[in-house]
Nanobody, 124 residues
Framework: QVQLQESGPGLVKPSQTLSLTCTVS?????????WSWIRQPPGKGLEWIGY???????YYSPSLKSRTSISRDTSKNQFSLQLSSVTPEDTAVYYC?????????????????WGQGTQVTVSS
């Protein structure tokens, strides 16, 4: 069974770049599914940030595209998120997930395989 684990700083200062890594075990990130990043701000629903497919193709949410980069290291079976120029509005629990194309964008974490999530707070 695939397991995912997010890692990275829990506190980021405004205007800096948020960097998170997802370590995958029990499956290869070259598998042709969507290796995704999602976040959930306090009191709000899930917001899908983007994905890197098994082929290496990336997709970003239009609202975050100018600030987002998703990359991978196949030798470590990891994929990463970078979100630049953060503000307090980027404060959220950030998740990585393995989902199929039809599961991408779903409103719950019931579909696919998800990490436990990591709290990121943007504050000076």
């Amino acid at each position: 069974q695939v397991q995912l684990q997010e890692s990275g700083p829990g506190l980021v200062k405004p205007s800096q770049t948020l960097s998170l890594t997802c370590t995958v075990s029990g499956g290869s990130i070259t598998t042709n599914v969507y290796w995704s990043w999602i976040r959930q701000p306090p009191g709000k629903g899930l917001e899908w940030i983007g994905y890197i497919a098994g082929s290496g193709i990336t997709y970003y949410s239009p609202s975050l595209k100018s600030r987002t980069s998703i990359s991978r290291d196949t030798s470590k079976n990891q994929f990463s998120l970078q979100l630049s120029s953060v503000t307090p509005e980027d404060t959220a629990v950030y998740y990585c997930a393995r989902v199929s194309p039809t599961q991408y964008g779903s409103r719950s974490r019931s579909w696919g395989s998800w990490g436990q999530g990591t709290q990121v707070t943007v504050s000076s």
